[in-house]
């Protein structure tokens, strides 16, 4: 079956860290650009982090230099380590697969998400 | 970064009315963007991508348009599985964004 679980939320002081990984199944995931996505309780999604096949990584300004992405094709695995954790940064994150094709990206497949909570 | 805006932010409407719902961005994305659907819950899924094109088995009620700023989705008659939150997502520099969202709830 194709799919995305990820694995690895849980409560975290702030200024802590969090590590959280995204297991693959059912494709090729060497292949695929991937993605975190997070939504905080009834806010909108806010776009986290993104590495390509090549290994380049990408972040927005707000988790830059805190956050940082990683995968593992050998198992299939993607990461995503957290640092210097906010109370801001308490979310459901999504592991998300980018369809990349020549006029064609989009989000293909999404995980059920993993709930990250930053409190004292 | 190009930040994206969504108008409205919530509607509320009834079985078979036409919806519109308009997001912007802050500089030219010529068609880098798609939109998504969200239900309470769950993952969002994919509904248009290259502004206009729908995605395999989504339903034809649901059409996207435009290109560089300005951007439309119109579902032509609300069916009852419809009621969910919209977001646009442009993909054409990073960082990507998305749209704050549109809630579409039952009037």
């Known amino acids: 079956e194709v799919q995305l679980v990820e694995s690895g939320g849980g409560l975290v002081q702030p200024g802590g860290s969090l590590r959280l990984s995204c297991a693959a199944s059912?494709?090729?995931?060497?292949?695929?650009?991937m993605h975190w996505v997070r939504q905080a309780t009834g806010k909108g999604l806010e776009w986290v982090s993104a590495?390509?096949?090549?290994?380049?990584?990408y972040y927005p300004g707000s988790v830059k230099g805190r956050f940082t992405i990683s995968r593992e094709n050998a198992k299939n695995s993607l990461y995503l380590q957290m640092n210097s954790l906010r109370a801001g940064d308490t979310a459901v994150y999504y592991c998300?697969?980018?369809?990349?094709?020549?006029?064609?990206?989009?989000?293909?497949?999404w995980g059920r998400g993993t709930l990250v909570t930053v409190s004292s | 970064d190009i930040q994206m805006t969504q108008s409205p932010s919530s509607l509320s409407a009834s079985v078979g009315d036409r919806v519109t719902i308009t997001c912007r961005a802050s500089?030219?994305?010529?068609?880098?963007l798609g939109w998504y659907q969200q239900k309470p819950g769950k993952a969002p899924k994919r509904l248009i991508y290259?502004?206009?094109s729908l995605q395999s088995g989504v339903p034809s009620r649901f059409s996207g348009s435009g290109s560089g700023t300005e951007f439309t989705l119109t579902i032509s008659s609300l069916q009852p599985e419809d009621f969910a939150t919209y977001y646009c997502?442009?993909?054409?520099?990073?960082?990507?964004?998305f749209g704050p969202g549109t809630k579409v709830d039952i009037k």
């Open positions: 998300a697969r980018a369809h990349v094709g020549y006029y064609t990206w989009y989000f293909d497949l």
């Open positions: 059912g494709f090729t995931f060497s292949s695929y650009d």
């Open positions: 590495i390509g096949t090549a290994g380049d990584t």
């Open positions: 500089q030219g994305i010529r068609n880098d």
């Open positions: 290259a502004a206009s």
């Open positions: 997502l442009q993909h054409n520099s990073y960082p990507i964004t």
